[in-house]
């Protein structure tokens, strides 16, 4: 069964609407957000990667999901399989400590478990935080007519794993979005009351963007020239359109991805100048299903792949 | 690094109240109790397991943590790794379905993985209960002079895994305890005003009684003629001192164990009675530390080990 047959299965059960049909980035139980996610050494992160880097990466991607409901993070409960290696375990525990002082968040308890020899590590966050009084923001939400917005730059951190398995030179802006995301836990409760729908970019801008016209019953139209690349990425790689669709499918980005109305742009604005981040509009939303990718005026043909499945 | 010496350096972290220094069975935040268990396989269960037993016990073990702090369980979020074949996952989906509606608990969301090729089966779950009015008792609350109580009975799960292995003749009983523990999620709640101290059997009796005396500052004292067994596992044991010890130390019981003042006695038995499940007193609190068992009016020295630590 593959993971979508799975989570298919699972629908079935999670009839609740807390669980937003399993279509969101977390559930919603009264004023309370809560997601969880698992990570895995060879799936999720390279072997090799720092333990330090692995407990940030574990808590960051699911502060993100917090952020993408406009939630401000309370407190994670950890799933930890021990790995026989004391200074690995040790490593691991700094790097918590490290998130979690700085997103101001606290442990409050888990599991730990001894796993067989030679299995691979594997951990489990879940992540609870405050809704926001106006609601938390679906994926669903996104109307024919709203501009879509994205955070930050993308495609760093699908060119710091390219550094990390050695494909292109090093930089440490690309290397240390691709190791130590950023979950936006300010701006996510500050915009929040702003959009008509939101989401995190986890999986890559294209795939990501489809899921919410998909959950939203709106087609949506992507402006290529107007990803947003850092001049990091720009840095090892040529400003051609094969660039923009690979940072657009490469995942790991942990920007926010929201679709709101045009007249809210000024309030969008206004609300990343006081974060101090970058926002732009990438698209917008219209009738209809599906993604639209436009480039030099032209409509061009969908990538074969939007992002990364897992 | 030992998983004592983990949970030891994640208490450093975990400073805030509502992680009650990772030494009880669930997290309390507001009138919210939290909790989350891993389980593997070929630790926590054997590889020809049925799944939709997996999915019973991975669930059950969670909400008996909820019910130790008197909490009715909410939902739960689970982290599942895809297993590459179908049927078993499907089965696992049958068992989480028939478990959340016997419980009546929702499915809120969580992951889903796939493993690198070989790994074992791991799960996790996150359940989220809410807590009674009171409070949410604390193993830490036992007070000298304490009657100390057990519900239903004890040692059928570690004779049914004996059964599981061929060591035993099987009878249903004993199997069903293993495969599908119940969790007390009505009684708890109902007893949770009336004790000073509360937590699950999960890894034997004696071990969870001495940590619940630890975490309290008291010492206890155990009867073992007092500890109650079932007439399916005396079909299969003879009763003498080795039977008993077996049992309050094989763990999976998923049974109550709580202190609480003599004078709460009548209304402990009233609860039990109105619930329809037994309740045995086993022993008091008393002031010191340590675990003291007593047969035929003797001390008799602790086994070498007390219960299952993982």
Redesign the interface.
């Not at 809560?34 to 999720?44: N, Y």
């Not at 409960?77 to 021990?82: K, Q, R």
């Not at 606290?106 to 067989?116: A, K, N, R, Y």
């Given at each position: 069964?593959?993971?979508a047959?799975?989570?298919a299965?699972?629908r079935?059960?999670?009839?609740?609407p807390?669980?937003?049909g399993?279509a969101?980035d977390?559930?919603v139980?009264g004023d309370?957000v809560?997601?969880?996610?698992?990570?895995?050494?060879?799936?999720?992160f390279l072997p090799d990667e720092r333990p330090q880097d692995v407990a940030w990466k574990l808590v960051a991607v699911n502060l993100s999901d917090l952020a993408a409901k406009g939630a401000v993070p309370?407190?994670v409960?950890?799933?930890?399989?021990?790995t026989g290696d004391?200074e690995w375990?040790?490593a691991f525990?700094q790097g918590?400590?490290e998130v979690?002082r700085r997103y101001d968040t606290?442990?409050?308890?888990?599991?730990?478990?001894?796993?067989?020899a030679?299995?691979?590590r594997?951990f489990?966050l879940?992540a609870?935080g405050r809704a926001p009084a106006t609601g938390a923001p679906a994926r669903s939400g996104m109307r024919p007519g709203d501009q879509l917005w994205v955070t930050g730059t993308i495609g760093n951190a699908g060119v710091g794993l390219a550094m990390r398995l050695g494909e292109v030179d090093a930089n440490e802006t690309c290397l240390a979005a691709y190791r130590r995301p950023q979950p936006l836990t300010d701006f996510g409760p500050a915009i929040a009351p702003h959009v008509h729908a939101m989401m995190d970019v986890s999986d890559g801008l294209l795939i990501d963007a489809e899921r919410m016209a998909a959950a939203s019953g709106c087609a949506v139209t992507l402006m290529m020239e107007a990803v947003p690349l850092s001049a990091a990425l720009l840095a090892v790689r040529p400003d051609v359109l094969d660039t923009r669709l690979a940072a657009a499918t490469a995942g790991d980005d942990y920007q926010l991805l929201f679709a709101a109305d045009p007249d809210a742009a000024q309030a969008v604005r206004e609300l990343a100048a006081t974060a101090g981040i970058a926002v732009t509009p990438v698209g917008y939303a219209g009738v209809g299903a599906g993604i639209t990718l436009v480039h030099s005026a032209q409509r061009i043909a969908l990538p074969d792949r939007l992002g990364f499945t897992?």
């Open positions: 069964m593959s993971e047959d799975f989570i299965r699972l079935t059960i999670a009839t609740d807390a669980a937003r399993l969101d977390a559930a139980l309370l809560l997601t969880h996610d698992m990570i895995v050494e060879g799936i999720h309370i407190g409960l950890l799933g930890y399989s021990l004391s375990d040790e525990a918590l400590d979690l606290i442990l409050l308890g888990g599991d730990t478990v001894g796993m067989p030679g299995a691979p594997s489990g879940t609870i897992h």
